[in-house]
């Protein structure tokens, strides 16, 4: 059975000792609860290892926000695949929408990261998505299969089996306006039948595929009850811990 996932994105936001506190929060908050999910925090890199001990004693999974595609070298402010492992970080989010956007990565850099996190034995959280001019043409499906063809085919069904998508509309995010239940449980059952065509049956229906954008607690429910939607990349909601479990709450 594929898992259940709440994997928070913090972005730029917090400060070592507000993300200690959010952090401290969140164990205290998910002992009380008996969540249906696995519940991932992916805070900014300085705050990596004070999570990753908090990760240690607890249920808290930790991931990172982005790497670079190269190992080691001279890339001034970068951080590699082999600096997240020797701090025990088990997933990093790759391709986000404001990478993609702000940064100019493309597929073929977030294939490389791809191998690199692999290798290191790091889950990739890869985020694909399209804009609000590709929805309203009608091109969203080609734009979404065309960033798994890039991104992710390359990779074997084994490497595959370690991937998590996301599927965050452009449009939704940090907008307040959500896909609908419909267009989301749509959007991942294409991306479902990619996989399968791609790796086949089995593959296609271990992996996790979470929505992302403009998730938050009155929403959740909605979302993650549709057949392929297996959980959330939630942003702003995830910087209060009552508003992240209370989404991680949301699995029937
Ligand atoms: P919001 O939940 O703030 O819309 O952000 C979604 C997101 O980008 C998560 O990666």
Redesign the pocket.
Known sequence: MRKNIVAG?WKMNKTFSDAEELIDQIVVDMENKDLKCELIICPPAPFLEMASDYAEESRLKVGAQNINEHESGAYTGEISAPMLDSIDIEYCIIG?SERRKYFHETDEQLAQKANLLLDYGIKPIF?VGEVLEERENNTHFDVVKKQMEDGMFHLNSDEFSNVII?Y?PVW????GKTASPEQAQEMHAYIRKLILEKYGKETAEEVSILY????NPGNAKSLFSQEDVDGG?????SLKSDDFLAIASSFE
């Not at 939704?172 to 907008?175: F, K």
């Not at 990349?233 to 909601?237: E, H, K, N, R, W």
């Open positions: 994105n986000h985020c996301a965050e939704a995010i940090g907008t992302g954008g403009s998730c990349l939630i942003g702003g909601a």
